[in-house]
């Protein structure tokens, strides 16, 4: 899944594919070097972002999904709004990616049920603004195991399918850097609770702060990429159905070595 952020403001992309075209081509080429869904997001999910209204976020996407859509590619839409949600269906999007697991709108179930889209349901606690106060767990990996449990079950009580369903465990969403990691070495639980699972470290907080320099400084958003292409790898090995990354070419590159390794044993 390759990111394709169309906002000012998100950590790594933001500001980039504000521009229609710009965005256009950017998911063109993702597919091209080899992502299977291009994941369009209007509204930054950074810790302490400021929200935008459902409107702005519609008409920062729609055109965009349209237009991908248009060219044949998978759509997902990054929302946690039923709104934007069934304006991007309309366009075209074929999953949505609800950072909220359907809990940050009552709506947001329906719409992807009666749509019958996939939905990507990750672990989440609130919106940005105050996220990191709610990182406390007794059991990080049961916890969030359990939330999730909850958020399948909600899904399955207002119709939707449960062949429709992927979970994310949501690294960095109310997680300390040690919680992201224990969810990274656990991840074979989620795989096995039966649904696809997703895994979106890609250039995360968490791995800045794993190889800051000797000054303890955060090792910058841009020098992430072997760090994410290492956990990805990783997280293929246990078992996870996709991964979310802005890097495609050299994700394509470490999951085909991956392949070619284990098919030859
Ligand atoms: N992280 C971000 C945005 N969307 N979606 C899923 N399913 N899982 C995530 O962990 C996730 C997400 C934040 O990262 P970005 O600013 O690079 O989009």
Not at 57 to 80: F, H, M, Y
């Amino acid at each position: 899944m390759g990111i394709l952020n169309v906002t000012p403001d998100s950590f790594s992309d933001g500001g980039r594919y504000l521009d229609f075209a710009d965005a256009v081509d950017h998911g063109e080429q993702m597919a091209a070097e080899g992502a299977d869904i291009i994941d369009v997001g209007g509204e930054s999910t950074r810790p302490g972002a400021e929200r935008v209204d459902a409107a702005t976020e519609i008409a920062r996407v729609k055109d965009v999904v349209s237009a991908l859509a248009e060219r044949g590619l998978a759509v997902s839409i990054d929302t946690t709004r039923a709104a934007v949600a069934a304006a991007a269906i309309e366009a075209g999007a074929s999953v949505v990616n609800d950072v909220s697991g359907g809990l940050a709108d009552p709506d947001m179930a329906r719409v992807v049920a009666d749509a019958g889209v996939r939905w990507v349901l990750m672990h989440w606690r609130g919106h940005s603004a105050d996220m990191q106060r709610l990182a406390h767990y007794d059991d990080i990996v049961a916890d969030v195991k359990a939330e999730l449990e909850d958020r399948v079950e909600a899904a399955l009580e207002s119709g939707v399918d449960a062949n429709r369903i992927i979970l994310d465990p949501g690294l960095g969403f109310a997680k300390t850097a040690e919680h992201n990691w224990r969810l990274s070495a656990c991840l074979e639980e989620f795989v096995a609770l039966g649904y696809p699972v997703l895994f979106a470290s890609s250039r995360k907080s968490y791995l800045g702060s794993l190889l800051a320099d000797e000054a303890g400084g955060p090792r910058p958003v841009g020098r992430r990429e072997a760090a994410t292409l290492a956990t990805s790898l990783l997280a293929f090995e246990a078992g996870a159905w996709g991964v979310r990354v802005h890097d495609v070419v050299g994700t394509a590159d470490a999951r085909a070595v991956w392949l070619a390794t284990r098919r030859a044993c």
